[in-house]
């Protein structure tokens, strides 16, 4: 059965102390991975698809990384503005379905 | 308008009600889909429009019914819902095999 699991469910950090959120997937072939930040109130905003073990993309703070397994988000150096629910998801290379974790809930503390 | 687009933002309606929400993608994009976002819980994929196919989650319960007259507008009707499909009702698209545009959602109550 194709699931994600995020952790921590949440995240508290001082401006300035890096971290990383993990996403851990079970899929039946991998299409793409994809990362999401979603605000209180509103819909996930895309951040960044990965489709292959040792792929990383970069944006500003935060950078994914893929293996067979899992992906990460780092966070370096966060800023308060940086609060959001970070969301993961995997679709599978068959089917159009995409499979979401719970999300990880960080807040930057000034 | 661009982007996803999602009407009204906020719906409260009673459980013999009859509403419908309304979601358009200005983004060229030849998939849409429904969601339903509850606290706590992952999101949870309702209905998927691709190429003029419909795809539907086999839990997602009748009074909830879909309509996509085209590719770039899909619809939600609902009927005779229950207190427990309060939640925020998301539209998506996306490009076959790419990633998926969320709208701002419909955040629901039902009285």
């Known amino acids: 059965e194709d699931q994600v699991t995020q952790s921590p469910e949440a995240l508290r950090l001082q401006e300035g102390e890096s971290s990383s959120l993990n996403c851990s997937y079970t899929?039946?072939?991998?299409?793409?991975l994809f990362w999401y930040r979603q605000d209180p109130g509103k819909g996930p905003e895309f951040l960044f698809t990965l489709y292959s073990a040792g792929e990383e993309k970069e944006k500003e703070r935060l950078k994914a990384t893929l293996t067979k397994k899992e992906s990460f988000l780092h966070i370096t150096a966060p800023k308060p503005e940086d609060s959001a629910t970070y969301l993961c998801?995997?679709?599978?290379?068959?089917?159009?379905?995409?499979?979401f974790g719970t999300g990880t809930s960080l807040t930057v503390i000034p | 308008e661009t982007g996803v687009t999602q009407t009204p933002r906020h719906l409260v309606m009673g459980m013999t009600n009859k509403k419908s929400l309304k979601c358009e993608q200005h983004l060229g994009h030849n998939a849409m889909y429904w969601y339903k976002q509850s606290a706590k819980k992952p999101l949870e994929l309702m209905f998927v429009?691709?190429?003029?196919?419909?795809?539907e989650n086999n839990s997602v319960p009748s009074r909830f019914s879909p309509e996509c007259p085209n590719s770039s507008h899909l619809f939600l009707h609902l009927h005779t819902l229950q207190p427990e499909d309060s939640a925020l009702y998301l539209c998506?698209?996306?490009?076959?095999?790419?990633?998926?545009?969320f709208g701002p959602g419909t955040r629901l109550t039902v009285l």
């Open positions: 429009y691709s190429l003029e196919e419909r795809v």
């Open positions: 998506a698209s996306s490009q076959e095999g790419r990633s998926q545009y």
């Open positions: 899929v039946s072939g991998l299409r793409g």
């Open positions: 998801a995997v679709q599978a290379n068959t089917g159009n379905q995409f499979y």
